[in-house]
């Protein structure tokens, strides 16, 4: 077994038994309906009524309907 299968794999069972591997901050639990944490993401950021914080959104989700809305917001801010 190379070195890298052989971390990957100490990496992997570590994860399967709730334990994180040193230095990677622990580990993340994946959402239970990714289009709810998409649309939470937006409301977070539209909440704080800055043109940057739309425009991370949009980076972080170009091509989701809600990018085209925070598209619409940056207008409104803009104006």
Request: charged share 30%; glycine share 8%.
């Amino acid at each position: 077994m190379s070195k890298i299968s052989m971390v990957a794999t100490i990496s992997l069972v570590l994860a399967a038994a709730g334990e994180a591997p040193a230095g990677t901050g622990g580990i993340m639990a994946r959402p239970s309906d990714p289009e709810k944490a998409v649309q939470a993401e937006y409301e977070n950021l539209k909440s704080k009524g800055t043109r940057e914080a739309l425009e991370l959104f949009i980076g972080r989700h170009p091509d989701h309907p809600l990018a085209d809305r925070a598209r619409e917001e940056i207008k409104g801010i803009a104006r």
